[in-house]
C-alpha cells in the first residue's frame, strides 16, 4: 500500500478524495471539478489549449502569468475553466511549504477573474490544496509551462480514446505508467509531474514521491533487497521495498521520507552539493530541492515569486555578488535579510554614502587615546574576522541604496581579492606587519593580527532604488561584473486577491477597503511605480478612520517629486473621481500648491 500512512489521520484524505472526483468525472468523464453540471473536461477544450498553450509557447520576458492571460484571452468560459482545474491539480500534490494554501487559490481566482467568473472561495473542494502530499522541487515552480503542457496531454490523449478504454487505463497500474511514459516523450522532458500523476491516480501503487532523483536515489540504497527479485522497474521496485518494511516493522504505516529509520539509509546516497547551496539543495537541475520561493518569508510578497527565487539562487550559486534594484517600497532590504536567512549568514546591515572612501570600507589609521595611531578596520573587514581572537567570520554585506556610494573610490583594492589576487594594504599592524587581504583560495595561515582572509562563500548583496539612481554616482564595468543585477519589481497588475496576500502579510485581514487600496494602488502606479510598502502605509492610516486624503498627502504626493505640476493635479483630480476614496479634493489642490507650485519641493 503506497498511500502515505492512514489517510484521515495524516489529514491526507481530502486529497484522495479530490483526486478520485478528478480521475472518475474528468478524466474518464466530460465533468467538472468546481463547476458542477458544467462539461469542461471536453475534447475540444483540451484541443483548444493544445492549440493555445501546448503549441504556442510564449518566449518572451514576460511572467508565466502575463503569457497566460495573453494566450486565453479569446477563449470561452469553459476553457478558462478547464485551465484553472488544471491548474486545481498542478497545486494538489505539492505540499504548504513549497507553495502557500492561499497563494495555489490566489492563482485560480486570478484567471477566474480575468473572465468575470465567479469562483467561490468556499468551495469544500478548495480545502484539499491546504495540506499537501510532499515536495516537488524548484523546478516544478518554475517551470509551470512544461508540468502543466504535460497534464493538458495526459487529459487530450486519454479523450481520444473511448470511455472503456479511459477506465481500463487509470486503473491498470502497468497500462497506466505505459501511457504516462509514452506522454512524457511528447513533452520530451523528465517533468515532476509524471511522477506526480501516477500517485494521484493510483495512490496504492505509485509512492508519493515527486523526484525522479529520490526515486533512483532509494532504489539504489536498497540494491541489497531487491537484487535477487528480478525486478527491473523502479516503481516496481519501490513498491517491494516498502512490502519488506512493512513486513519487518509490522506496520503499514511506512514512508520512504517520515520513517527515519528507512529515510536515513537512502538519505545517505545524496549528491554532493554546490560549494554555497541553499539548506536542502542539490544542484539546480535536480528535482530534490527543497527550498522554496515561500522560504523568503510570509511578510514578504511578490507577484512573480519563483522566478525572483530562482534568478537569486542561481546568481549566489554561481559565484555572483547581487544588487537588487527596483521602486521605493518594493521590500528589497527585507529580501535581502531573508536572502542571508535563506542561506544561514549573519549579516551586517550599512547604508551607502555619498562620503564613503576606503577608509569606511576598509580601514586607515585612527588615533587610539594616548595618541598613537592605530589602524581601525572598515565595515568590509568587519565582516572577515573576529577582532578579539583573530577567528575567522562570514558575515554577509547588506548594502542599501549601493548607488549612493562612489563605487570605483569606496571598494579600492577589494576589486583585486574578489578577483582571487592577494593585496598588501598600506597599512601595518601594532606589532609592524603589513595588513593583508586576501581570499580563501590562496589562504594558508593561522589565524593572526594582520591577514583579513575573504572566505569562497562571502557575499554582497545590494539594493538600489530605480527612481533616483541617474542622479547618483555610475557604476563601473569592472564593480558591475562582479555583480548580478536581481529586478524586485511591483507587480505588472494589482488583483483583489494580490491585495488580499497582501494585507494578510501585513497582519491586516480584516482592512474593510481592499478594493479601493486596489484603484488607488493602480492608479498611483500609471503616475509614479511605487511598491507595496506605501500602500501598507495608507492601508495603516486608513484602517480605522478611512482618511484617505490625508494618506495621500502624507506618503504618496512626496513620491511624486519631479513630476509636472500639471500631471500632479490630474493624478488628484483621478483619484476623486475615478475611484471609490472620498478624497477632500481641495485639501489635495493646496498642498500640491504649498509643496510644488510653491517650491517646497
Request: proline letters at 4%; hydrophobic letters at 35%.
Amino acid at each position: 500500500m503506497a498511500i502515505y500512512n492512514s489517510n484521515n489521520a495524516q489529514g491526507n484524505a481530502p486529497i484522495y478524495d479530490a483526486a478520485t472526483s478528478w480521475k472518475e468525472n474528468c478524466l474518464i468523464h466530460n465533468q467538472s471539478l468546481l463547476w458542477k453540471n458544467d462539461p469542461v473536461w471536453t475534447m475540444d477544450n483540451l484541443k483548444r489549449l493544445e492549440i493555445i498553450f501546448v503549441g504556442n509557447p510564449d518566449e518572451t520576458g514576460s511572467t508565466f502569468e502575463e503569457k497566460l492571460k495573453k494566450q486565453l484571452e479569446q477563449e470561452s468560459e469553459n476553457v478558462y475553466k478547464l485551465f484553472i482545474e488544471i491548474l486545481f491539480i498542478y497545486y494538489l500534490f505539492p505540499h504548504s511549504r513549497s507553495i502557500r494554501y492561499e497563494t495555489k487559490v490566489s492563482k485560480l481566482k486570478d484567471i477566474a477573474e480575468w473572465k468575470g467568473i465567479l469562483l467561490d472561495k468556499d468551495l469544500p473542494i478548495l480545502k484539499s490544496l491546504q495540506k499537501g502530499l510532499g515536495s516537488t522541487g524548484t523546478y516544478y515552480n518554475t517551470n509551470k509551462f512544461d508540468e502543466i503542457s504535460y497534464l493538458i496531454l495526459i487529459a487530450l490523449k486519454l479523450k481520444e480514446k473511448s470511455v472503456a478504454d479511459r477506465e481500463r487505463i487509470v486503473s491498470d497500474h502497468q497500462e497506466l505508467k505505459e501511457f504516462a511514459e509514452q506522454v512524457r516523450t511528447i513533452i520530451g522532458k523528465r517533468v515532476t509531474m509524471q511522477h506526480v500523476l501516477l500517485h494521484l491516480i493510483m495512490p496504492e501503487r505509485f509512492e508519493r514521491i515527486a523526484s525522479w532523483g529520490h526515486k533512483d536515489r532509494i532504489t539504489k540504497a536498497f540494491t541489497y533487497l531487491t537484487k535477487n527479485s528480478g525486478i527491473t522497474d523502479t516503481d516496481e521496485k519501490l513498491l517491494f521495498i516498502r512490502e519488506h518494511f512493512e513486513e519487518k516493522y509490522g506496520d503499514t504505516e511506512v514512508d520512504f521520507y517520515d520513517t527515519k529509520e528507512i529515510a536515513m539509509q537512502w538519505e545517505s546516497q545524496k549528491k554532493t552539493p554546490l560549494p554555497n547551496p541553499m539548506p536542502g539543495a542539490s544542484d539546480t537541475n535536480d528535482d530534490s530541492l527543497t527550498s522554496h520561493a515561500d522560504d523568503f518569508g510570509d511578510n514578504l510578497v511578490f507577484q512573480n515569486a519563483d522566478v525572483l527565487f530562482q534568478q537569486v539562487k542561481t546568481a549566489i550559486d554561481n559565484g555572483k555578488h547581487i544588487i537588487l534594484t527596483g521602486p521605493p517600497g518594493t521590500g528589497k532590504s527585507k529580501l535581502a535579510h531573508a536572502i542571508c536567512n535563506i542561506y544561514n549568514k549573519k549579516p551586517l546591515t550599512v547604508t551607502a554614502s555619498s562620503n564613503w572612501s576606503t577608509y569606511e570600507t576598509i580601514g586607515g589609521y585612527h588615533p587610539d587615546r594616548h595618541g598613537n595611531l592605530m589602524f581601525e578596520e572598515g565595515l568590509f573587514l568587519k565582516c572577515f574576522k573576529e577582532k578579539e581572537t583573530n577567528q575567522p567570520l562570514n558575515t554577509w554585506l547588506i548594502i542599501d541604496e549601493i548607488n549612493r556610494a562612489d563605487i570605483d573610490k569606496a571598494f579600492g583594492s577589494l576589486f583585486s581579492v574578489l578577483a582571487g589576487d592577494e593585496i598588501a594594504l598600506p597599512f601595518e599592524d601594532v606589532d609592524g606587519k603589513t595588513i593583508i587581504l586576501k581570499p580563501q583560495s590562496v589562504a594558508n595561515d593561522k589565524p593572526n593580527d594582520y591577514t583579513y582572509v575573504v572566505s569562497d562563500d562571502w557575499r554582497i548583496i545590494g539594493t538600489m532604488n530605480t527612481v533616483d539612481k541617474s542622479s547618483l554616482y555610475e557604476m563601473s564595468y569592472a564593480f558591475m561584473r562582479r555583480f548580478a543585477f536581481i529586478p524586485v519589481g511591483i507587480p505588472k497588475e494589482i488583483t483583489t486577491s494580490l491585495m488580499e496576500d497582501y494585507l494578510k502579510s501585513w497582519n491586516m485581514t480584516e482592512y474593510p477597503n481592499v478594493e479601493i487600496l486596489k484603484e488607488i494602488w493602480t492608479l498611483i502606479n500609471n503616475y509614479r511605480k511605487i511598491g507595496p510598502a506605501i500602500v501598507q502605509d495608507i492601508a495603516k492610516h486608513t484602517l480605522e478612520n478611512e482618511d484617505f486624503t490625508s494618506s495621500i498627502i502624507l506618503y504618496v504626493l512626496p513620491q511624486f517629486e519631479g513630476l509636472p505640476i500639471q500631471r500632479i493635479r490630474e493624478f488628484a483630480q483621478k483619484l476623486s473621481s475615478q475611484t471609490q476614496a472620498s478624497i477632500e479634493i481641495e485639501q489635495l489642490d493646496d498642498f500640491i500648491t504649498d509643496f510644488f507650485e510653491d517650491g517646497l519641493f
